[in-house]
């Protein structure tokens, strides 16, 4: 696990974060916060994308943002718990492990990233 | 009308995806920083707004899809990222789940 990864992954916990905060702040301390969200996780997606091909940054953000924020409704904010949504957050895995084996593999090639 | 702006939504998303690519060679980065952050608020403004007649799960399925087929395929064809076979199916593996997330939640 390389920095850059870490930096996409983090990034898409901060867009759960501010996904949560824009459904959900009442008041300036909610509202800054998510604000801050925002700005962090944008910041290291354009950090991320000068390493990694931006379009598969891109994925990876919205495929662990969607599955990151579909476990927090289920874990806190009462969504029902279904079999479909964890084979999907499984295959979701599934599909960055394989992209970043696939990213590692053209790198070590020299690449035509 | 709704799903015509969020087509344009997906649009914008694609767009600001793009200037991922645009700020790593650009000489003025804060050019495409400003584009980066105006395409992506003028695009969640645009899903919010089609999301008052399409359903939720649905509208942000389509958005996503737009916006992840539409700024991979920018950056294979306008900025050389690489379009091996092997990254073309991881991602439409990691986007078809997302929208199967969006669908059953």
Redesign the interface.
């Known amino acids: 696990m390389n920095k850059n990864w870490l930096m996409v992954i983090v990034a898409a916990a901060f867009e759960i974060g501010w996904v949560i905060g824009l459904a959900h702040a009442y008041d300036f301390w909610t509202w800054f916060g998510t604000v801050i969200g925002i700005i962090i996780s944008?910041y290291l997606?354009?950090k991320a994308?000068?390493v990694l091909?931006?379009?598969?940054?891109?994925?990876?953000f919205?495929?662990i943002g969607?599955?990151g924020t579909?476990i927090i409704?289920i874990l806190f904010f009462n969504?029902p718990f279904?079999i479909?949504?964890i084979l999907?957050?499984a295959?979701?895995l599934?599909?960055?492990i394989?992209?970043k084996m696939?990213?590692d593999e053209?790198e070590k090639q020299g690449?035509?990233? | 009308m709704a799903w015509f702006i969020l087509i344009i939504a997906g649009g914008f998303e694609a767009f600001s995806v793009a200037m991922l690519n645009q700020i790593q060679i650009s000489r003025h980065k804060w050019i495409p920083i400003t584009l980066f952050s105006l395409a992506f608020g003028t695009s969640l403004v645009l899903l919010s707004i089609s999301m008052q007649s399409i359903s939720m799960g649905t509208a942000y399925a389509i958005w996503t899809g737009i916006g992840v087929v539409g700024g991979t395929l920018i950056g294979m064809f306008l900025y050389g990222e690489s379009k091996n076979v092997k990254r073309i199916f991881y991602i439409s593996i990691v986007l078809a789940s997302a929208i199967g997330l969006k669908l059953v939640s």
């Open positions: 944008n997606l354009i994308s000068g091909p931006a379009g598969t940054v891109y994925s990876v919205v495929g969607t599955a579909v409704e969504e279904k479909s949504k999907l957050i295959t979701l599934y599909g960055v394989g992209l696939v990213t053209e690449g035509n990233t």
